[in-house]
């Protein structure tokens, strides 16, 4: 089962940021945060992940709590291509370990 | 870089009716994972291969789902006999085996079972 959990869908307005938040308190201290996306009718796409420093890449951002129960991704100029399904999984970072996927946010951007 | 390849991208059966995916990881890929995604659900994994071995099958339903990866490289999923809860999106991705590595995935094949 998904050690995560994400509202089901948002909406966010074009051009402003997205922020999701995701929950997981059950987190354990070798476990990291990894965010994927899955535009429809695509196979889901890394995003960023982080331990307990917040992260940016060329994607997005990600925020992780003190105590690293909780985390936000932000999207920070939210276009219309991104609106997908995200996905916020917690794993071991290890190139063999697979992914727990839950039902993720459903973000819909809106023009 | 090439992507994930699969094929075919969607296929129609009815039930009790065979049927097989293949799957093209990235080039020097060692790990190679399916998985089945059912509609308005995340994706579920089914099997993950390192190279040419099955590193865990655990959730992969044995009595009528089997997959290869004879020579390291591609994959091969089959179902057979198929049932109507088998429709769903079987997505295979890969990665490079240790350290940290993001799973590339594939299109996905869509399979619809009648």
Known sequence: ?111 | EAGVAQSPRYKIIEKRQSVAFWCNPISGHATLYWYQQILGQGPKLLIQFQNNGVVDDSQLPKDRFSAERLKGVDSTLKIQPAKLEDSAVYLCASNIAGGWSAQYFGPGTRLLVL
């Open chain 1, 1 to 111: 089962d998904a050690k995560t959990t994400q509202p089901p869908s948002m909406d966010c307005a074009e051009g402003r940021a997205a922020n999701l938040p995701c929950n997981h308190s059950t987190i354990s201290g070798n476990e990291y945060v990894y965010w994927y996306r899955q535009i429809h009718s695509q196979g889901p796409q890394y995003i960023i992940h982080g331990l307990k420093n917040n992260e940016t890449n060329e994607m997005a951002s990600l925020i992780i709590t003190e105590d690293r129960k909780s985390s936000t991704l932000i999207l920070p100029h939210a276009t219309l291509r991104d609106t997908a399904v995200y996905y916020c999984i917690v794993r071991l970072n290890s190139g063999n370990t697979p992914l727990v996927f839950g039902k993720g946010t459903r973000l819909s951007v809106i023009a």
